[in-house]
């Protein structure tokens, strides 16, 4: 069954670092996510991405992030200069969408630790 | 108003219950619902799609979505104790420029 794969399952950095987690979204799917998830809170919406363009973003998507698109397969989220608040899980996820489709699938999600 | 409530529980059945879990919306344009069950570090797996209204039912889970209350449901027969999780309500516009959860609801089955 498709699925969609992260990477790196966990990752640990240095406050000030840079990071770059990595997402392989379902292969037909056209809309592509990241949601975060601060351990024991809830799913909150960073960005989508459509037409190798971003459709939306929410208030913490700000100049410290921000998204690509590759190589036509990867989905990748960078996150400058991290602060000990973005530890969190950081979950793609891709949807095919459109007429009677619309269900969205996660990863298993990326661990990131600020230190 | 948030755009989508949920009740966080924690919700505590014992074995073998009918467990409802639910969900309320504010926006009109929702058009796609989803239910996921999220195990403590893992990430949501999607357990029910419905496309706008109706139900939609699937081994021991039954979704319904009225859009006239703006509510949705999951119902869970027979819950066991591997249903012990957080379930999350998710939906749609019809544009897919974001998906809306709600805060989940943390479910224990006690054997």
């Known amino acids: 069954e498709p699925e969609v794969t992260q990477t790196p399952s966990h990752q640990v950095t240095q406050m000030g670092q840079e990071v770059i987690l990595r997402c392989v979204p379902i292969?037909?799917?056209?809309?592509f996510y990241w949601y975060r998830q601060i351990l024991g809170q809830k799913v909150e919406f960073l960005v989508s991405?459509?037409?190798?363009?971003?459709?939306?973003k929410s208030e913490i998507f700000d100049d410290q992030f921000s998204v690509e698109r590759p190589d036509g397969s990867n989905f990748t989220l960078k996150i400058r200069s991290t602060k000990l608040e973005d530890s969190a899980m950081y979950f793609c996820?891709?949807?095919?969408?459109?007429?009677?489709?619309?269900?969205?699938?996660f990863g298993e999600g990326s661990r990131l630790t600020v230190l | 108003q948030k755009e989508v409530e949920q009740d966080p529980g924690p919700l505590s059945v014992p074995e073998g219950a009918i467990v409802s879990l639910n969900c309320t919306y504010s926006n009109s344009a929702f058009q796609y619902f989803m239910w996921y069950r999220q195990y403590s570090r893992k990430g949501p797996e999607l357990l029910m799609y419905?496309?706008?209204?109706g139900n939609k039912e699937d081994g021991s889970f039954t979704a319904q979505v009225d859009k006239s209350s703006k509510y949705i449901s999951l119902f869970i027969r027979d819950s066991q104790p591997s249903d012990s999780a957080t379930y999350l309500c998710a939906m749609s516009p019809w544009n897919f420029n974001k998906f809306y959860f709600g805060s989940g609801t943390k479910l224990n089955v006690k054997p």
């Open positions: 292969s037909n799917h056209l809309y």
């Open positions: 991405f459509y037409n190798n363009e971003i459709s939306e």
């Open positions: 419905t496309y706008s209204s």
């Open positions: 996820a891709s949807a095919l969408a459109g007429g009677s489709t619309g269900e969205l699938f």
